[in-house]
């Protein structure tokens, strides 16, 4: 049978339920059905063989040429299981001679290969094959399918034996109308009649006897049984308004077709019952001809197969689909990877392919048992679905090793490797809340990611591509890193940005980060403060402006470690200085991306405590990217840190796309205005009135305003004439200098 799909629902313990289901069977049979396996591998014919023999006859071939003798001296197997890729004669050729001979055709063939490509799926199904069986082999799934076809050639064989059987009677009988025939028949011996009566009233299969015109003239009690028409409803009335085929491919004229030339047809039909319930039927139609050839009746005998088409359902989450999560299994992964890959190299496009896990679940499962550790993968599986969009393919691969493909857009490989960034980063975030279980507590569970990017040069396969982010990821485990990218596929851009992450980590914990000062004017331009600026003192790059390492560590979670370490020296730093210095106040420059942590309002507090260093001396610097996601957790972070002292500047305002509805929900002490419009006010009107509004609003907000950018006296002078309530920062007033400098300097 043709499977239907690849989707599917998560199921739990499907191996054992299918491995231990009784309902899917030889029962059908008085004796062994035989299988004839036919494989050129010794350990698939093994595990075959062991897997089937104690419910199976088996016969073994080891190449198409040698099964094919043993079918040419007379061996009639059930069901035979064919390997794809053999020498001399593969698997599609050997079943399309197969199917090529009458007397061999009807024998089901089931493909075993490791393919996994959709392309060689049809050619499998377009030479004749039923079903695939796909290695590594699962011994429950072949005991499962095999029983599955065995029962389905076991019950088509006893209808065509059955349908022939009423054939040969109602070509005995003088009427062949069935009600005329049963009036003649009742003074003959009883003996006479039960075979014939056995045969049509007995069999749980349902019968319908057709005249010529296709209208019924008798049915059987299963008949109704399955169809849930009486036996009066059913008599004299054409079967075709009964018989509502929901499929389409099987209509009443292309079987009758079929019918002519061959006189009877079997297959697979979607049936309506009664009352409108849609259900799977297995179906037999002969026709009846009198002497001259012209069609009497026809004989039609059908089983409902409800059970079997659940089982075929059962097989398919089995083949495709993980029983803990639901999620693809790896076969489907690669299946699905492949399409991603095909439209990457046609359509222009680029993708990512992640594998992440979850560290050392090895000891969740031995601590806390196997339980626990399926409902750490669900809880696991749960969060990576949520991190990742909705067009993007997510699988488990092995234990608690996931793969995830997303969605291919036109993407330079930069840009997916962004993209394919912050899918991890928001898996991190995701994993920050513990897991519960049960009432012993949570457990709290980190993840590793390994990337690569496609298309690249070197090859578009699947197998390969997903090999190579499981590289990236052994790297990431290697080098204690919590996510790595496979080399081959770096651009140049990213080979940069991975070298600038690296180093900035160790330049984190070695101090090589040099704290910077920029002084702030008060209106009469007088010292009213700092702002803090960073460098990177590098020991083989010299000293480093913020540009050339702050935008890479905000592409990653590195930009959290990094403010953090900013906050925590330079607040210390201002801790120790002269009495004097005390009273100056300190901005310091905040990220969205910080910002966004869940703890950051926390983290902050606990900084400034520890500092030692006045509350009320210290602000913070936001963007107006910060109101970009949820407001009301970015004003319930600022509200808790500003009720302990400290206070928020919203900087390089103008330049972002908030409402002002959502910045006066802010609560904010300065608004800075930003150095481009000070920079052109003198020369451009449209800069000037744009000064004028930030000012403006800062008024109306009763704010601080601070205009960035003064690096001349005609910048000062001009701020002075025009706006002399705004407070003053630039180069006029001297130039960033280390912060030690700084305070020796400006207190002298």
Not at 148 to 153: A, D, F, R, Y
Not at 610 to 625: K, M
Request: glycine residues 6%; hydrophobic residues 40%; aromatic residues 6%.
């Amino acid at each position: 049978m043709k499977q239907r799909g690849k989707g599917g629902v998560a199921v739990s313990d499907l191996l054992s339920k299918l491995d231990r289901d009784d309902s899917i069977g030889t029962r059908l049979f008085q004796v062994k059905p035989k299988i004839m396996v036919v494989d050129d591998e010794p350990t698939n014919i093994r595990v075959l063989s062991d897997a089937l023999k104690n419910d199976h006859d088996i016969i073994v071939a080891t190449s198409a040429k040698q099964a094919l003798g043993l079918l040419d001296r007379g061996e009639r197997p059930h069901l035979l299981l064919l390997d794809i890729m053999m020498p001399d004669m593969d698997g599609l050729e050997m079943c399309r001679r197969l199917k090529m001979r009458q007397e061999l055709q009807h024998i089901p063939v089931i493909f075993i290969t490791a393919l996994i490509d959709t392309d060689s799926e049809e050619k499998g199904f377009e030479v004749g094959a039923v079903d695939f069986i796909r290695k590594p082999i699962s011994i429950p799934s072949v005991r499962a399918r095999v029983r599955t076809h065995i029962s389905l050639k076991g019950m088509l064989d006893h209808m065509v034996e059955l349908n022939q059987t009423l054939n040969e009677r109602l070509h005995q009988s003088d009427q062949l109308n069935w009600r005329l025939m049963q009036e003649q028949k009742r003074g003959r011996a009883a003996d006479s009649t039960n075979l014939y009566e056995q045969a049509f009233m007995s069999t749980s299969e349902g019968i319908a006897v057709l005249d010529h015109e296709g209208k019924i003239t008798a049915v059987n009690p299963s008949y109704s049984r399955i169809t849930g028409y009486s036996e009066a409803e059913a008599l004299g009335r054409y079967h075709d308004v009964l018989d509502v085929r929901v499929d389409k491919r099987h209509n009443s004229t292309s079987i009758l077709d079929y019918l002519g030339v061959h006189n009877h047809w079997s297959g697979e039909i979607y049936n309506r019952r009664r009352n409108g319930e849609v259900y799977p039927e297995l179906r037999t139609i002969s026709t009846i001809r009198a002497e001259d050839g012209q069609v009497t009746h026809y004989v039609t005998v059908f089983n409902d197969i409800t059970n079997l088409k659940e089982t075929e359902q059962r097989l398919e989450e089995l083949t495709w689909r993980d029983p803990v999560t639901g999620f693809p299994n790896r076969a489907l992964f690669l299946d699905q990877l492949s399409t991603v890959l095909k439209l990457c190299h046609h359509g222009g496009m680029a993708t990512a392919v992640i594998v992440v896990d979850i560290n050392n679940f090895r000891y969740v499962n031995e601590t806390f048992g196997f339980d626990c550790g399926d409902i750490v993968i669900q809880t696991f599986a749960e969060r990576l679905r949520n991190a990742c969009h909705e067009d993007d393919s997510i699988a488990r691969l092995s234990g608690d090793e996931f793969g995830i493909v997303l969605a291919p857009k036109q993407w330079t490989l930069d840009e997916a490797y962004r993209i394919a960034l912050q899918v991890f980063e928001r898996i991190q975030e995701s994993l920050r809340e513990p897991v519960p279980y049960r009432s012993e507590g949570v457990l709290t569970i980190e993840a590793t990611g390994g990337i690569a990017l496609y298309p690249t040069e070197s090859s578009d396969m699947p197998s390969l591509a997903l090999r190579h982010a499981e590289t990236a990821h052994r790297n990431a485990k290697d080098s204690n890193r919590a996510v790595a990218v496979f080399e081959d596929s770096m651009s140049e851009n990213i080979r940069r940005q991975m070298a600038v992450e690296s180093e900035l980590a160790r330049a984190i914990t070695e101090n090589e980060i040099a704290m910077y000062a920029q002084s702030q004017h008060s209106p009469d331009r007088k010292l009213a403060g700092i702002e803090l600026l960073v460098r990177w003192d590098h020991p083989e790059r010299g000293l480093l402006g913020p540009g050339e390492f702050i935008p890479f560590a905000e592409r990653t979670r590195q930009i959290v470690a990094l403010e953090r370490h900013i906050v925590r020296v330079c607040l210390g730093m201002l801790a120790q200085m002269r009495a004097d210095s005390r009273k100056l106040r300190c901005s310091i420059n905040i990220s969205a991306k910080h910002m966004a942590e869940e703890d950051f309002a926390e983290a902050i507090l606990g900084l400034v405590a520890d500092s030692g260093y006045p509350p009320a001396l210290i602000t913070f610097e936001l963007t107006e990217s910060v109101m970009v996601k949820d407001v009301d957790a970015v004003v319930e972070k600022m509200e808790k840190i500003r009720n302990f002292g400290c206070t928020f500047s919203l900087d390089d305002f103008g330049t972002g796309y908030s409402s002002l509805s959502q910045l006066r929900r802010l609560p904010i002490s300065e608004i800075k205005i930003d150095r481009s419009f000070v920079l052109s006010a003198l020369n451009d009107s449209t800069s000037a009135d744009i000064v004028d509004m930030v000012k403006r609003i800062g008024e109306s907000m009763n704010v601080r305003v601070v205009a960035e950018g003064v690096e001349t006296q005609e910048h000062a002078d001009f701020l002075k004439t025009h706006h002399p309530g705004v407070y003053l920062q630039g180069y006029f007033f001297g130039r960033p200098a280390p912060l030690w400098t700084f305070f020796v300097e400006k207190s002298h």
